[in-house]
């Protein structure tokens, strides 16, 4: 479990047993541990972005409308999983769409795909190139 600088709950460190998950805070190598994991859950905006970027398979819970849609446009291309917001949520749900991801190394490898072949690190490249032909450069 990756918690940001700015995240101050205390739930984690009450509920999650330590023999079982390791709560890291505050990283500066996002994209190794990204890199070394099999799975992301993720609240959609730039951190579902980099697991993306990293080709990692993400499921993504918005905190917002204009996140649920963008992660929504994501999971119809295939690049994600978008469970929406968390008041549609519970945790068993939560457990079964996780559960069935691991255990489906197919799709999971699908994704992985989708996502690298999306996010590709490219974008600023392609925008240039858009902006240097609209003035006719």
Known sequence: ?????????????????????SILRD????????????LAVVSYGVTALECLACGLPTIAISMSDDHEASARALAERGVLLSLGQPTGIDTIYLGRIILALICNSKER??????????????????VA?????????
Not at 2 to 15: H, I
Not at 129 to 137: A, C, D, P, R
């Open 27 to 38: 990283t500066y190598d996002q994209s190794s541990i990204m890199r070394s994991c099999g």
């Open 129 to 137: 190139v858009k902006i240097m032909e609209l003035v006719g450069i």
């Open 109 to 126: 490898r699908k994704l992985s795909i989708a996502a690298r072949e999306t996010i590709d690190g490219r974008g600023v490249e392609r």
């Open 1 to 21: 479990v990756v918690l940001g600088r700015f995240y101050s709950g205390s739930v984690l460190r009450r509920s999650w047993p330590a023999e079982r998950f």
